[in-house]
């Protein structure tokens, strides 16, 4: 992807420029993406963009008088699509920024997995909640946690290697089918001393940022957590 510069403190830039570069990341892996989520949104939000076009234009062209009646169902139905537009984007895609799968012989079998991210306020933590099926076709669920420091130097632009390495190492279909970042991710993991892994870690006394955040077989830089769901 071509290299933005950003504001180095803004968590949205930060958030939103680093979910930008993880489908892009898994689609040149073989990863297969599903649009429903983003397809149901947008079919609920242009409807009620559509609705409330058609009710202005019938009130301007016959009247108050002629159109009150549909009037008052139009914007019943205008205030339902968005009462469930909202209800979609905070109920059901909760923050997902992937949602595909992957049929790779690596892993022997289609395997779906789905990726959502979040920030904290004022805090510079990249926090993902991952759900995958492992080889025994069991869904399991990791929650990560990385600063962004560790893909964007000091001057705002991303940086794809270190990402692209954490993802491998830490989630374990992703690095099936990346070996290559896994290992590097590992080795960088074995050398780290609580830095960044690109050159010149952004400085910003405002943020209280943990120097280093450990795992028991990850990054000094990323958290993580995993527990398993029956399939």
């Known amino acids: 992807m071509a290299a933005t510069k950003i504001a180095v403190y803004s968590i949205s830039d930060l958030k939103n420029t680093t ?3 993880l489908p892009n990341y898994l689609t040149s892996l073989k990863f297969k993406q599903s649009h429903f989520l983003t397809d149901v949104r947008l079919a609920l939000g242009y ?8 009710t202005f234009y019938a009130d ?3 009247g108050w008088d ?3 009646y549909w009037t008052f169902w139009a914007v019943l ?3 339902t699509l968005n009462g469930a537009l909202t ?14 799968q992957i049929d790779h012989p690596k892993v022997g079998r289609k395997s779906p997995l789905s990726i959502a991210s979040s920030v904290a306020k004022h805090t510079p933590i990249y926090n993902i909640t991952v759900e995958y099926s492992n080889s025994k076709g069991e869904t399991k669920t990791l929650k990560l946690s990385s600063p962004f420091t560790r893909w964007f130097d000091v001057n705002g632009f991303f940086v794809a290697k270190p990402f ?9 279909l992703i690095g099936q089918v990346d070996p290559k970042n896994k290992d590097d991710g590992a080795k960088s993991a074995a050398s780290a001393n609580g830095e960044s892994e690109v050159d010149g870690p952004v400085e910003d006394e405002k943020y209280d940022t943990p120097k280093k955040s ?5 990054a000094p830089t990323s958290t993580r957590s995993r527990r398993g769901k029956r399939g």
Not at 47 to 54: E, K, N, R, W
Not at 87 to 96: L, M, N, T, Y
Not at 214 to 218: R, V
């Open 60 to 62: 301007y062209k016959l």
């Open 47 to 54: 409807s009620a963009v559509v609705i409330a076009a058609i």
């Open 164 to 172: 692209q390495q954490w993802l491998a190492l830490e989630i374990p």
């Open 19 to 21: 979910d930008d570069a």
């Open 66 to 68: 002629k159109t009150k």
């Open 77 to 79: 139905v205008y205030f």
């Open 87 to 100: 209800f979609w984007i905070w109920g059901v895609e909760k923050g997902k920024v992937f949602a595909g």
């Open 214 to 218: 450990t795992s028991s077989d990850a």
